[in-house]
């Protein structure tokens, strides 16, 4: 018992610990992020930057955190039991570590591929380099909804007018042509109408000049008996 410390001083040196430790793992993003700021093979890749920088910060994370969970605050906590058997001991604390990093990588993957993080991730990573080659500055809200809004949906009635346009002109485009093809019948038909009524006329012509050959031809007195 005289090993035992009071409560108070093992909750005040718990706090302190992950005090120290939040402070650590605060550390380690920063060096993480600016790691991924000066390697320049992360930043000519325009994808994956931000999932390989997430997938660090996992890491170091999880090392922190198992670092938290060393072997020496194992073993203050199970002291009695390490007096009795060291080594069994050990052997418990390696399947637990072993069983709690597994269980907490499976749970983290499970979570990525409900999120779909992976691929938002690479989303982002192209709308970052597709911003860089846009010189056009970025949209941000006014505070005004309804000049917002307006921004937002007048775009969209431009571009359904233009294409109500472009519809119309091929319309237009095709009216005119069949305008085309139907006069062109008409005069074809008018055309054959002409010829028709001509061939007519020089038939009832020829048809009267053979009527007048034969009358004077055959004269009635040399038929009289």
Same mark, same amino acid.
């Given at each position: 018992?005289?090993? !035992?410390?009071?409560?108070?001083?093992?909750?005040?040196?718990? +706090?302190?610990?992950? @005090? =120290?430790?939040?402070?650590?793992?605060?550390?380690?993003?920063? &060096?993480?992020?600016?790691?991924? &700021?000066?390697?320049?093979?992360?930043?000519?890749?325009?994808?994956?930057?931000?999932?390989?920088? /997430?997938?660090?910060?996992?890491?170091?994370?999880?090392?922190?955190?198992? @670092?938290?969970?060393?072997?020496? =605050?194992?073993?203050?906590?199970?002291?009695?039991? /390490?007096? $009795?058997? @060291?080594?069994? $001991?050990?052997?418990?604390?390696?399947?637990?570590?072993?069983?709690?990093?597994?269980?907490?990588?499976?749970?983290?993957?499970? #979570?990525?591929? !409900?999120?779909? #993080?992976?691929?938002? #991730?690479? !989303?982002?990573?192209?709308?970052?380099?597709?911003?860089?080659?846009? *010189?056009? *500055? &970025?949209?941000? *809200? +006014?505070?005004?909804?309804?000049?917002?809004?307006?921004?937002?949906?007048?775009?969209? /009635?431009?571009? %359904?007018?233009? /294409?109500?346009?472009?519809? #119309?002109?091929?319309? %237009? &485009?095709?009216?005119?042509?069949?305008?085309?093809?139907?006069?062109?019948? =008409?005069? =074809?038909?008018?055309?054959?109408? @002409?010829?028709?009524?001509?061939?007519?006329?020089?038939?009832?012509?020829?048809?009267?000049?053979?009527?007048?050959?034969?009358?004077?031809?055959? *004269?009635?007195?040399?038929?009289?008996?």
């Amino acid at each position: 018992m005289d090993n !035992e410390e009071p409560a108070e001083k093992r909750s005040n040196n718990n +706090s302190a610990t992950e @005090h =120290r430790t939040d402070e650590s793992t605060e550390v380690s993003l920063q &060096a993480v992020n600016a790691e991924a &700021a000066c390697d320049p093979s992360q930043n000519d890749e325009p994808q994956g930057n931000r999932l390989k920088l /997430y997938n660090k910060v996992i890491e170091k994370s999880l090392e922190r955190f198992m @670092h938290f969970a060393g072997s020496d =605050r194992f073993s203050s906590m199970f002291q009695q039991f /390490y007096k $009795m058997n @060291h080594q069994k $001991m050990e052997n418990i604390y390696k399947q637990f570590v072993d069983e709690l990093q597994r269980t907490i990588k499976d749970d983290i993957s499970r #979570l990525n591929k !409900e999120a779909r #993080l992976e691929s938002k #991730l690479n !989303e982002l990573d192209k709308l970052e380099s597709a911003a860089k080659t846009n *010189p056009d *500055p &970025a949209w941000r *809200p +006014s505070g005004v909804p309804e000049q917002d809004f307006s921004s937002f949906i007048i775009p969209l /009635y431009q571009k %359904q007018e233009a /294409y109500l346009q472009r519809e #119309l002109k091929k319309i %237009q &485009a095709e009216n005119a042509a069949l305008a085309q093809k139907v006069q062109a019948g =008409r005069e =074809r038909i008018a055309q054959t109408e @002409h010829l028709i009524s001509t061939a007519v006329a020089e038939w009832e012509a020829s048809a009267t000049e053979i009527g007048s050959v034969a009358s004077s031809l055959r *004269p009635a007195d040399v038929f009289d008996v």
